[in-house]
T-cell receptor
């Protein structure tokens, strides 16, 4: 069955370190998204991509970067981790941005702690 | 930046209908309304979407007002497993296309 996976599921790192969170989907979806969710809050969009080599900034993109070299993967990199980036990170994918309807499928999340 | 307004929390008795309201007064004519829910710490799950007409699927019904400025998600017979945060979402246009902005949602408590 097609799916979307994230790794690692849990990560503890230190301030200033570079961290990369992986997201992999097997639906062959064009669109992929990264969100962060802080305790008691909704999801905030970090970066998104509508296809290979396409990336766009979301609401809270400072300190994060993404690259899209193939359809299946959109890794999220924290260039220099800060304690404010402690959060749960969700990856999602959907078929087509141009379509009127595009249900998003979410991964299980990565819980990141920056000490 | 969320274009929707929802009550922060609601209670519902098990077996009764749960009616979750959402205001989206700035929605444009060709924008869909989407509903997702998030159970505990899992990733959000799609429930239903609609444009103008009322919609129903195996999970819920969506009632959209004629002026499209508000909608209501109806869970006809709520169970304890429906306790979750429910997000009402409309898409906004961003660089390169549309993107989805989640607000804080409504935390629904289904009580026995």
């Amino acid at each position: 069955d097609a799916e979307i996976t994230q790794s690692p599921r849990h990560k503890i790192t230190e301030t200033g370190r570079q961290v990369t969170l992986a997201c992999h989907q097997t639906w062959n979806h064009n669109n992929m998204f990264w969100y962060r969710q802080d305790l008691g809050h909704g999801l905030r969009l970090i970066h998104y991509s509508y296809g290979v080599h396409d990336t766009n900034k979301g609401e809270v993109s400072d300190g994060y970067s993404v690259s899209r070299s193939n359809t299946e993967d959109l890794p999220l990199t924290l260039e220099s981790a800060a304690s404010s980036q402690t959060s749960v990170y969700f990856c999602a994918s959907s078929e087509s941005a141009g379509a009127a309807y595009n249900e998003q499928f979410f991964g299980p999340g990565t819980r990141l702690t920056v000490l | 930046d969320a274009k929707t307004t929802q009550p922060p929390s609601m209670d519902c008795a098990e077996g009764r209908a749960a009616n979750l309201p959402c205001n989206h007064s700035t929605i444009s004519g060709n924008e869909y309304v989407y509903w997702y829910r998030q159970i505990h710490s899992q990733g959000p799950q799609y429930i239903i979407h609609g444009l103008k007409n009322n919609e129903t699927n195996e999970m819920a019904s969506l009632i959209i007002t004629e002026d499209r400025k508000s909608s209501t998600l109806i869970l006809p017979h709520a169970t304890l497993r429906d306790t979750a945060v429910y997000y009402c979402i409309v898409r906004v246009e961003g660089t390169g296309g549309f993107k989805t902005i989640f607000g804080a949602g409504t935390r629904l408590f289904v009580k026995a």
